[in-house]
């Protein structure tokens, strides 16, 4: 019931710049550069589950996507503290 | 139809952010080309995902996006902050408007 046909193409280019945020993870100079890379690659990953889902059927994958996304809200929000000197 | 439209708008503007991310030249920089293309992009890509599946799926996809357009800009903000307080500064630019509200 679901073409196929486009997934694979729009999974690799997602994942592509996954790699991309990644390297500014490793790369970065300050510690602000490193959180905001960190920032946009789980929220890559949050689409990226939910396409992995519809991809290979499996419909558990987008609860996996509900649990990453606000764990990571209270990740990045925990390091902002941190990284200001007040937690 | 509709959801692949959707879907390839979402794929371009994460790749645009990561693209951003990587390119310019200042921190600041970086999280305005990366937080707003990213929220923007795993909106529309998880609306396509919804108005593919429908049922219960699009009801969690519609969560997750809710979940993302509000902690997405209130993470940054927070990071924001905290860089700003920690001795980060632009590059480009000379005006500083917080610098008298910070000193």
């Keep these: 019931m679901i073409e196929l046909s486009f997934l694979p193409t729009v999974v690799t280019i997602i994942t592509i710049a996954f790699l991309l945020s990644f390297f500014r993870i490793i790369k970065g100079p300050t510690a602000g550069d490193r959180f905001i890379a960190l920032d946009a690659a789980t929220t890559i990953t949050t689409a990226l589950l939910a396409l992995l889902g519809v991809m290979y059927e499996r419909m558990w994958l987008i609860d996996v996507a509900i649990i990453y996304a606000l764990l990571s809200f209270i990740a990045i929000i ?8 007040g937690l | 139809m509709i959801a692949e439209i959707l879907i390839s708008i979402g794929t371009f503007f994460l790749l645009v952010g ?5 390119r ?3 921190m600041f920089t970086r999280m ?3 937080t707003k293309c990213t929220t923007l992009g795993a909106a529309c890509t998880l ?8 049922g219960s799926v699009a009801v969690k996809a519609v969560l997750i996006i809710v ?7 209130t ?10 307080r920690t001795g980060t500064r632009m590059k480009i630019g000379s005006y500083d408007a917080f610098k008298e509200e910070f000193e």
């Design chain 2, 47 to 54: 609306l396509g995902v919804a108005w593919l599946m429908g």
């Design chain 2, 18 to 22: 990561a693209i951003g991310l990587i």
């Design chain 2, 32 to 34: 305005h080309a990366a």
């Design chain 2, 67 to 73: 979940f993302v357009v509000l902690g997405n800009p």
């Design chain 2, 24 to 26: 310019l030249p200042d």
């Design chain 1, 78 to 85: 925990a390091i902002a503290r941190y990284l200001e000197g």
């Design chain 2, 75 to 84: 993470s940054a903000h927070a990071i924001a902050r905290a860089a700003y």
